[in-house]
């Protein structure tokens, strides 16, 4: 065999040998985080804080943009029994006793003092995955009741809300509410929570919401939450 049909096989190895390797890299799952096994990315996005940062301000309105990568979980033994717990610094969780421990994210936004509101909430991006395709295969963790250090450490009481369990839908109903508003030196500040994770007792299934955008207007009309999808 001449050198130049070597060479041109050589060329021909080399060319299947980079196609194989461009292969390879595009059919491994864009969920795989062998890092970080216990990361939930939503939408495939890698392990990082949470975050809401303003995208823009006028004299009768303020918008927040919301960006939620992910959250961490762990299982967690519970009176003998083995749960997924989720974890995050950047969240607070639910707190209805007996139903699912859910992370919450929070948002304060400014508004003038005495004025009335409207919440828009728009460019939603979310994903519904069962929790048995995410890995998680032990059950979420109910909310319990405060521990009273009278109370015999040895034996917990386990709350569980059968009925909560029943319904079906994705849970909480709503993914963005207003929870409360404090003023601060004259400056008014509403507190809205947002639903990282929504789940669906029915269905087994998880609602991931990866970003939105909240925009609050401030007028002397009536308040009200309207969707913009």
């Known amino acids: 065999m001449s050198k130049k049909v070597n060479n041109i096989l050589a060329k021909v190895m080399i060319i299947i040998s980079l196609l194989a390797v461009s292969f390879t890299s595009l059919v491994q799952p864009a969920s795989a985080n062998a890092e970080n096994p216990n990361w939930l ?3 495939g996005m890698p392990l990082a804080e949470a975050q ?3 995208a823009a301000s006028f004299d009768n309105s303020t918008s927040v943009h919301v960006q939620i990568p992910g959250i961490s979980f762990e299982t967690v033994d519970f009176a003998g029994q ?3 717990q989720f974890k995050g610094d950047s969240f607070v969780f639910s707190n209805e006793t007996g139903t699912p421990e859910l992370p919450l994210y929070m948002v304060e936004v400014e508004i003038p003092a005495g004025s009335n509101y409207e919440l828009q909430v728009s460019n939603v991006v979310s994903q519904t995955v069962s929790t048995q395709a995410l890995g998680i295969t032990l059950p979420i963790i109910p909310v319990q009741p405060p521990f009273r250090k009278a109370e015999n450490p040895d034996a917990p009481v386990f709350s569980y809300d059968a009925n909560y369990m029943a319904q079906s839908g994705f849970l909480p109903v709503e993914d963005v ?3 409360g508003e404090y003023t601060l030196r ?3 500040v509403l507190q809205i929570e947002v639903a990282a994770l ?3 007792p029915s269905t087994s299934e998880l609602q991931m919401l990866s ?3 909240i925009t609050v207007n ?3 009309a009536l308040f009200c939450l309207q969707r913009l999808r």
């Open 177 to 179: 509410r207003v929870t």
């Open 198 to 200: 929504r789940y669906s």
């Open 218 to 220: 401030y007028s002397a």
């Open 82 to 84: 083995l749960f997924t």
């Open 52 to 54: 809401a940062f303003m």
């Open 186 to 188: 004259s400056h008014r």
């Open 211 to 213: 970003s939105l955008d």
């Open 41 to 43: 990315s939503f939408n």
